[in-house]
């Protein structure tokens, strides 16, 4: 089993930056995949983003396009999530995952305990 944990987040003004970090432990394998999901209140969970742990190939959400980029850590099973031109709608708790990629799509099997970014307008 992997657990992934998240740190970082926080509040911010609409238009700034925030950065994500996830250090997942436990054993992995060479098709893994790390990925952040976020909820907002009243809504469902809803991908975000997500990188190989070749770091050759990424995927994101249209409404995350050109602002957020993820990307994988010198250390082994890391991963950061920077977000910049953060919007009010961007507000969520952030989710790392971890699972295996079919396509482009992140299928996680692990869940990490989620951060809070607040956006303010």
């Known amino acids: 089993q992997v657990q992934p944990v998240e740190s970082g987040g926080g509040l911010v003004q609409a238009g700034g930056s925030l950065s994500l970090s996830c250090a997942a432990s436990?054993?992995?394998?060479?098709?893994?995949?790390m990925g952040w999901f976020r909820q907002a209140p009243g809504k469902e969970r809803e991908f975000v983003a997500c990188?190989?742990?070749?770091?050759?190939?990424?995927a994101y959400a249209d409404s995350v396009k050109g602002r957020f980029t993820i990307s994988r850590g010198n250390f082994k099973n890391t991963m950061y999530l920077q977000m910049n031109s953060l919007k009010p709608e961007d507000t969520a708790v952030y989710y790392c995952?971890?699972?295996?990629?079919?396509?482009?799509?992140?299928?996680?099997?692990?869940w990490g305990q989620g951060t809070q970014v607040t956006v303010s307008s």
């Open positions: 436990g054993r992995t394998f060479s098709n893994y995949a």
């Open positions: 995952a971890v699972g295996v990629l079919v396509g482009t799509t992140l299928m996680p099997s692990d």
């Open positions: 990188i190989r742990w070749s770091g050759d190939s990424t």
